[in-house]
């Protein structure tokens, strides 16, 4: 089992650029996360989906989408990148009972 | 305004001594509660988890806490060990609100010397 993965691990981007971060998750669950992390600060939740094709805002979504067609597959689309998206991302998974399993990140600066 | 709180950024205690981390929550509908340990570069590891009907959950080294009436809990690392090293969040969820997501405090640096 791999887990949770994320691809890329770094990326840097211009101000107004897209890109799509991929998750992949192969234990099966039904629930998948993203949030991010700034420095010195927690984890925020970003969206989230209870199976596929049921997606969810989070405490802070604006400047995000994303899509849940498979299981597996959670990515997080930003569509005109800005500075304040600078941040590590990640994924995670919920197995039972509760706990979420975490990918390793993925790094994005935005100049 | 932060629904959990890590009030110790950084606390560095001596190998084989006790470590003892803290947190602190507002919500009185969190009823589940977890410990993720974080090294640089990679996601947050799972470490150990309480649900609100206990008050203590152990698993080898690692001793959980809640006092709910304080709204606190700790997270007990005995005895201390080099790889210990790491930032440790503390999270909580609402399991009856259904699929939110966790609510992490800002994390603490914990520092093991030799």
């Known amino acids: 089992n791999a887990g949770v993965t994320q691809t890329p691990k770094f990326r840097i981007l211009k101000i107004g650029q897209s890109m799509t971060l991929q998750c992949t998750q192969d234990m099966n669950h039904n629930y998948m996360y993203w949030y991010r992390q700034d420095p010195g600060m927690g984890l925020k939740l970003i969206y989230y989906?209870?199976?596929?094709?049921?997606?969810d805002k989070g405490e802070v979504p604006n400047g995000y989408n994303v899509s849940r067609s498979t299981t597996e597959d959670f990515p997080l689309r930003l569509e005109l990148a800005a500075p304040s998206q600078t941040s590590v991302y990640f994924c995670a998974s919920r197995g039972t009972p509760d706990t979420q399993y975490f990918g390793p990140g993925t790094r994005l600066t935005v100049l | 305004d932060q629904q959990v709180k890590q009030n110790s950024p950084s606390l560095s205690v001596q190998e084989g001594r006790i470590s003892i981390l803290n947190c602190d929550y507002t919500n009185s509908m969190f009823d589940y509660f977890l410990w993720y340990k974080k090294y640089p570069a990679e996601g947050p590891t799972f470490l150990i988890s309480i649900s609100s009907i206990k008050d203590k959950n152990e698993d080898g080294r690692f001793t959980v806490f809640l006092n709910k009436s304080a709204k606190h809990l700790s997270l007990h690392i005995v005895p201390s060990q080099p790889g210990d090293s790491a930032v440790y969040f503390c999270a909580a969820s609402e399991r009856g609100g259904g699929a939110d997501g966790l609510t992490f405090g800002k994390g603490t640096h914990l520092i093991i010397q030799p």
């Open positions: 989906s209870v199976g596929a094709g049921i997606t």
